[in-house]
């Protein structure tokens, strides 16, 4: 199946900071999801985003298909934007299966 | 409301016993996904199913089954094959390759 590699695996950031997390791919995909695991668990939306620039708030997220990475932006962070960031794909196989990346876990200090 | 929901949001099981996590949705999606997460792990895939009476399995499909007799429903079950099942499941699904949906979660424990 497709590999999906996120970077950096952890990010500690002072509450204000900016921050990008990075999405790489191994095959050309369908769709691209980011999304934040809140310290429930529960998986949030954040991003459907195959390819093109999104942005909702203090966050925006790029998909650059032809060169298979999207990238997630954070600007002045809160200690609400801790937990864990994972990006998804959508293989072209017609499989249908929704490969996730390892994720990269973020800790906002006040 | 629309959306994906899962019961129980905990579960404790006794070794040996086969247990059954649930997963609805209202959102007329064809395609659901069940993953499992470990502790600090990422998703991985369990089974998934694209249409009614139809599954494939995932990446580590031992000791668990699924069916899928409603479009609505894909419930899981963990049978005692299971060695290890302790872990946090998700559910979700999606409309082929559109934006997919997660529930929130069963966290199971073996007792």
């Known amino acids: 199946g497709i590999q999906v590699e996120q970077s950096p695996p952890d990010l500690i950031l002072q509450e204000g900071a900016n921050s990008t997390l990075r999405c790489n791919f191994s095959?050309?995909?369908?769709?691209l999801q980011w999304f934040h695991q809140n310290p429930w668990g529960q998986l949030i939306n954040l991003f459907y985003?195959?390819?093109g620039t999104k942005q909702n708030g203090r966050l925006s997220a790029t998909t650059v298909a032809t060169e298979r990475y999207s990238l997630l932006y954070i600007s002045s962070s809160q200690t609400t934007d801790s937990g864990v960031y994972f990006c998804?794909?959508?293989?072209?196989?017609?499989?249908?299966?929704?490969?996730f990346g390892t994720g990269t876990r973020l800790t906002v200090i006040p | 409301d629309g959306g994906i929901t899962q019961s129980p949001k905990y579960l404790f099981r006794k070794e040996g016993q086969n247990v059954t996590l649930s997963c609805e949705q209202n959102?007329?999606?064809?395609?659901m996904y069940w993953y499992r997460q470990d502790p600090g792990q990422g998703l991985r895939l369990i089974y998934y199913?694209?249409?009614?009476?139809?599954?494939q399995k995932g990446d580590i499909a031992e000791g668990y089954s699924v069916s899928r007799e409603k479009k609505e429903s894909f419930p899981l079950t963990v049978t005692s094959a299971q060695k290890n099942p302790t872990a946090f499941y998700l559910c979700?699904?999606?409309?082929?390759?559109?934006?997919?949906?997660f529930g929130q979660g069963t966290r199971l424990t073996v007792v």
């Open positions: 998804a794909v959508f293989d072209q196989t017609g499989a249908n299966n929704l490969f």
């Open positions: 959102l007329n999606h064809d395609a």
């Open positions: 979700a699904s999606a409309e082929g390759h559109s934006e997919a949906f």
């Open positions: 095959d050309s995909v369908n769709n």
């Open positions: 985003i195959p390819s």
């Open positions: 199913s694209q249409i009614v009476n139809d599954f």
